[in-house]
Nanobody
Framework: QLQLAESGGGLVQPGGSLRLSCVAS????????IGWFRQAPGKEREGVSC????????NYGNSVKGRFTISRDNAKNTVYLQMNSLKPEDTAVYYC?????????????????WGQGTQVTVSS
């Protein structure tokens, strides 16, 4: 079983940056993909970015390509999401999740463990 804890959210002005962190506690060796998702009020949860744990293959949602960067530190069981050039439409609760799939994708059912989320608000 895993426990995931996100941090790094907050209020930022448009054009600003934030870095989210997701620390995993427990046995992470059985999980092959780590994803970041977000959910805005009244909207469905959507995939933002994901990374495979062994080869570091990454994937990004179309709305964040070129602005967000995912990375991982396996020694620290930590995954990061660097978010630059933030827009008001990036406002959401951001969640990290661990899954067993070798394919880095955004199907919610591929991810077994989820964190509690961290709020990101982009506003002037």
């Amino acid at each position: 079983q895993l426990q995931l804890a996100e941090s790094g959210g907050g209020l930022v002005q448009p054009g600003g940056s934030l870095r989210l962190s997701c620390v995993a506690s427990g046995n992470t060796l059985d999980y092959n993909s780590i994803g970041w998702f977000r959910q805005a009020p009244g909207k469905e949860r959507e995939g933002v970015s994901c990374i495979t744990t062994t080869r570091g293959i990454t994937n990004y949602g179309n709305s964040v390509k070129g602005r967000f960067t995912i990375s991982r530190d396996n020694a620290k069981n930590t995954v990061y999401l660097q978010m630059n050039s933030l827009k008001p439409e990036d406002t959401a609760v951001y969640y990290c999740a661990y899954g067993s799939s070798w394919i880095c994708g955004f199907r919610l059912s591929d991810y077994k463990y989820w964190g509690q989320g961290t709020q990101v608000t982009v506003s002037s």
